[in-house]
């Protein structure tokens, strides 16, 4: 999608840390987990994502680690294979991971409490452990369409007003 006088509607923006907000935009993480679930009046309301500006190679070499030996149960949300491939290449410097930008936007659908969502028919122990005592809810997420070119912002807690620069030719 790329920016235009037509595309500068206002809407709320969620920020979340690198490598997740990419993983959400390109369509290979299902669900953003919350210790509380969607507020109803964002349920199926499309959202910019945004990208914090925190460092984000820590997080991405333990997520790729996760996910090669399976550890945490990351993969029962992500599109394993692929988000394995977009790591190695963020890790080697091949693709870039914007960060203090909006990058995309997606819809969040709906909202269900982790215990119940699918996944957790195989789970680890460990991951069961975690959704008992977390409280996690799953956003489940739809329809993700990265932004190009990626748009500079100040990110938020919570959720956030944002309105899309115009750009024009």
């Known amino acids: 999608m790329t920016a235009s006088a037509s595309s500068n509607a206002a809407m709320k923006a ?4 690198q490598p ?6 390109l369509g290979l993480k299902g669900s953003e987990f919350r210790g509380y679930p969607l507020p109803a009046w964002m ?3 499309r959202c ?11 997080e991405a070499e333990e997520l790729l680690a996760d996910l090669e030996t399976g550890s945490r149960g990351f993969g029962l949300t992500l599109d394993v294979p692929r988000a394995i491939a977009f790591l190695r ?11 203090a930008a909006v990058i995309g936007s997606v819809i969040f659908a709906d909202s269900v409490h982790a215990s119940l969502m699918p996944f957790m028919d195989g789970a680890s122990p460990e991951l069961r452990r975690d959704v008992a005592e977390r409280g996690n809810y ?4 739809a329809d993700p369409q990265p932004f190009t070119p990626c748009v500079p912002a100040s990110g938020q ?4 007003n944002w309105r899309r620069p115009s750009i024009t030719a």
Do not use: C
């Not at 910019?48 to 820590?58: E, G, N, S, T, Y």
């Not at 807690?157 to 956030?160: N, S």
């Open 14 to 17: 969620f920020t979340l840390w």
């Open 20 to 25: 997740w907000a990419s993983l959400a935009v």
């Open 43 to 45: 349920r199926g309301r």
């Open 48 to 58: 910019a994502i945004h990208a914090a500006a925190r460092d984000w190679r820590r």
């Open 89 to 99: 290449s963020a890790l080697a410097g091949e693709v870039e991971i914007p960060r």
């Open 138 to 141: 799953g956003w489940r997420i």
């Open 157 to 160: 807690r919570g959720f956030w």
